[in-house]
């Protein structure tokens, strides 16, 4: 299955992307989706994003599924589905 990810605020500067799509097994959840995520973006998406194995984003960050917080849904064992839109983005903006 496919999935876009986009990328807003402060993590849009830090993978240097807009947006990405990827190739996910069926029944991948977001945790899943974040693991690969952090393999593909390295030690920084690591240290500030998200950490394998935590629980949750980090401080300061926020992933919506569709439309929905993770919060609402079933956090990072929210199961995705074939043309599911992610958005990571960083909850708050300096000027």
């Known amino acids: ?11 849009k500067n830090l993978v240097n992307k807009k947006e990405e799509q990827y ?3 069926e029944g991948a959840s977001l945790s899943d989706l974040l693991n690969k995520l952090a393999e593909v973006h390295g030690e920084a998406f690591r240290k500030d994003v998200y950490e394998p194995g935590l629980k ?5 960050f926020c992933v919506t599924v569709n439309g929905f917080l993770i919060g609402q849904l079933a ?6 589905a074939d043309g599911d839109k992610i958005i990571l983005m960083s909850l708050a903006t300096g000027g």
């Open 1 to 11: 299955m496919k999935v876009r990810v986009q990328y807003f605020g402060y993590i």
């Open 75 to 80: 956090g990072l064992d929210t199961k995705l």
């Open 23 to 25: 190739e996910l097994e």
């Open 56 to 60: 949750d984003v980090k401080t300061g």
